[in-house]
């Protein structure tokens, strides 16, 4: 059975794009930390990032690298922070977070609510950038 995330990147699920490759999909979380809170995920179904094959997780950070660059440019922040915690969801992921302190990278902070227009608002100021 294939994981939500596989399912988001194949389409059977809505998700608010940033950006997609053959290999790799990077998509607004629907619980972000703060706006601009993406997941880039491979395409590839692997439950462990670091499971990953050399190759496929060197692009797939020159990959992520890429949207950090883009969030950075659409949402003010004083940096894009990464995360790897891969327990939620049994399909590798990272997190790009916009920044303005180390505290926006607790993932104990309450989660914002955002609206769907706000979402699409943000993947597509996101989208633009890249």
Excluded at 78 to 103: F, N
């Amino acid at each position: 059975m294939a994981t939500i995330f596989s399912r988001i990147a194949s389409g059977e699920i809505p998700s608010f794009k940033v950006a997609e490759s053959d290999k790799f999909y990077a998509f607004l979380d629907i619980n972000p930390l703060c706006k601009g809170h993406t997941l880039v995920i491979p395409r590839q179904e692997i439950d462990y990032l670091f499971d990953l094959d050399d190759d496929s997780i060197a692009e797939m950070m020159v990959f992520a690298k890429k949207v950090a660059k883009a969030i950075d440019a659409a949402i003010p922040c004083l940096r894009v922070g990464i995360a790897v915690i891969g327990l939620e969801v049994p399909h590798a992921h990272i997190h790009l977070i916009p920044m303005q302190s180390e505290k926006d990278m607790n993932f104990a902070n309450p989660k914002l609510k955002l609206t769907s227009d706000e979402m699409a608002e943000i993947a597509a100021s996101i989208q633009s950038k890249i």
